[in-house]
């Protein structure tokens, strides 16, 4: 264990402010080098905090353990719930699982946080005003890495959303704006194409929206919404968005304030979180002694604000800002005319230790007062919806091409009340009155409803499958067709 500044005596330590345990991986590559610096800086700005380190990434793959990460290392980030990580190297070939992935899904960090702020004119960016937080959904979406091969042309990957995930991604998003004094939180979803998934998100937006009427919010397509923030990221405050879309624009967001290497990220979760720079463990420039430790640092000062230590990550991030105001330069941010010193990674650390206590001239200082509580109260399930089950959707692996050839044999499995309604391919509908001119591919979804629009049972469903056996219809997976509290919760077939 390595304490940083030492536990007061037994007198002192009744009025002394917390310590926090925190668990601490040096990581791989230039790792070690920005964890010193960083470590340097949190021990200088009087940081309470207790730290035991693990070890994680690339000999622990290469020792055998695909993951990453042995047992004991969990069982240390499990009790300390803090971990301040350093980037890892992931070797290369098949095998080795993301480290990243596995701790979001394990440890339930279902918020990503990463602030993108410009630091113009100290640093070079097309755009100065930018000051913008990406909360990402972290555990959900097309990640939860459910997919399957069907048929000889066609894969799936599920994409999932859910209403507890929804509800604690956009909760924390507005409790990030309320805390950190921002105005706006916008939503990006693609919910006129993806009506159920997107929908919901959506929906939950504008419902946690009218918990905060203090706040403006909005939605934007993803598509426009992209791209305005990539043109005019100061129209943006906070942005909340599902995992892959927050995945893409985070690191669109972080590389247009001028570098990459400048931002941090959180993982936050109801019990754990980890700190971690946005960048990778950069091999090529490992051991120069040339790395920014910025990113890190940042992803620090998030910690700090995490476990309550305000005043310390207040207190870093202004003598960080001055350090960059003074135009005192690692390498990858130096730029002549601007910059006044070219320094490497200690130095660096030395320089922002020297300005401990100070304010930046110019750029914002930061404020965060006695302190950032978030309130997120424990899901509450809502009460369960009447469902009726008002159809099937039959997918079949069918290598002809004729629409009207796979409808006659699917007619064959109507029972007197369930018939075939529908056939679409890739979602688009083909039969009944489909067009010549679209492609198909071996992959039919084929839709049985009842004639009367009654609701079906589940015997129909299994009558449906026991012909399809006796026909020698090769069935692949069912969906089943719902309403929850009559409303019809399913896609219909494109032009339908
Ligand atoms: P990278 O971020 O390591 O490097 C990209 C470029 O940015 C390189 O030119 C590098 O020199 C530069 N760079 C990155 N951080 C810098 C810093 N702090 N100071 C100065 N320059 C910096 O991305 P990569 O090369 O694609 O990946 C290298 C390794 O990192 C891979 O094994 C990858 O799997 C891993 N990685 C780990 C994480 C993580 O642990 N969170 C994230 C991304 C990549």
Redesign the pocket.
């Known amino acids: 264990m390595i304490t940083l500044n030492e536990k007061q005596t037994d007198e002192a330590a009744v009025n002394a402010p917390t310590r926090t345990k925190i668990a601490v991986a040096k990581?791989?590559?230039?790792g070690p080098e920005?964890m010193e610096a960083t470590l340097r800086v949190l021990q200088a700005a009087g940081a309470r905090l207790d730290i035991e380190e693990i070890e994680v990434g690339e000999n622990v793959y290469l020792a055998g353990n695909s993951s990453g990460i042995t047992k004991e290392a969990w069982d240390v980030i499990r009790q300390n719930k803090v971990l301040l990580?350093a980037?890892?190297?992931?070797p290369q070939g098949g095998g080795y699982k993301s480290?990243?992935v596995t701790m979001r899904k394990m440890l339930g960090l279902y918020a990503n946080v990463r602030p993108c702020t410009s630091l113009a004119p100290f640093v070079k960016t097309k755009h100065p005003v930018m000051d913008v937080v990406i909360v990402r959904e972290n555990e959900e979406d097309l990640y939860a890495g459910i997919e399957h091969q069907q048929t000889d042309e066609v894969v799936q990957c599920l994409k999932l959303i859910s209403r507890p995930g929804c509800e604690k991604i956009v909760r924390y998003a507005f409790e990030y704006a309320r805390q950190y004094g921002r105005k706006k939180v916008s939503c990006f979803t693609k919910d006129n194409i993806m009506k159920q998934t997107d929908g919901l998100f959506h929906k939950v937006f504008d419902e946690i929206a009218s918990e905060y009427p203090d706040i403006e919010k909005e939605h934007w397509i993803v598509d426009i919404g992209a791209a305005m923030l990539a043109d005019s990221p100061e129209k943006f405050d906070v942005i909340v968005m599902p995992n892959l879309y927050g995945d893409i624009l985070s690191d669109v967001a972080a590389q247009i304030t001028g570098s990459?290497?400048l931002a941090g990220s959180a993982n936050i979760g109801e019990s754990c979180a980890m700190f971690?720079?946005?960048?990778?463990?950069?091999?090529?420039?490992a051991g120069l002694g040339?790395?920014?430790?910025?990113?890190l640092l940042q992803a620090a000062c998030m910690m700090l604000n995490h476990v309550g230590q305000n005043d310390i990550a207040e207190k870093i991030y202004n003598a960080w800002l001055k350090t960059i105001e003074e135009g005192v330069h690692?390498?990858?941010i130096y730029q002549e005319g601007t910059s006044k010193q070219k320094v490497g990674t200690q130095d660096f650390a030395t320089a922002v230790i020297n300005n401990l206590g100070q304010k930046p001239a110019q750029l914002s200082s930061v404020a965060y007062g006695k302190g950032i509580k978030f309130n997120m109260p424990k899901y509450m399930p809502k009460p369960a919806a009447t469902k009726k089950l008002l159809g099937v959707d039959v997918f079949v692996h069918w290598n002809g091409r004729d629409p009207e050839e796979i409808a006659k044999q699917l007619q064959q499995l109507d029972t007197p009340e369930v018939k075939l309604s529908m056939i679409t391919n890739r979602g688009i509908k083909v039969w009944p009155e489909g067009f010549a001119e679209t492609f198909c591919t071996d992959h039919w979804r084929c839709r049985f409803q009842h004639a009367q629009e009654q609701p079906i049972t589940k015997e129909h469903i299994v009558a449906i499958l026991a012909k399809a056996i006796e026909k020698n219809i090769d069935t692949i997976k069912t969906e089943n067709l719902y309403a929850f509290d009559n409303r019809k919760a399913f896609s219909l077939g494109q032009g339908q």
């Open positions: 990581g791989d590559g230039i920005i990580k980037p890892i190297t992931t480290l990243n990459v290497g971690e720079a946005i960048h990778g463990s950069a091999p090529l420039i040339v790395a920014n430790p910025s990113g690692t390498p990858d």
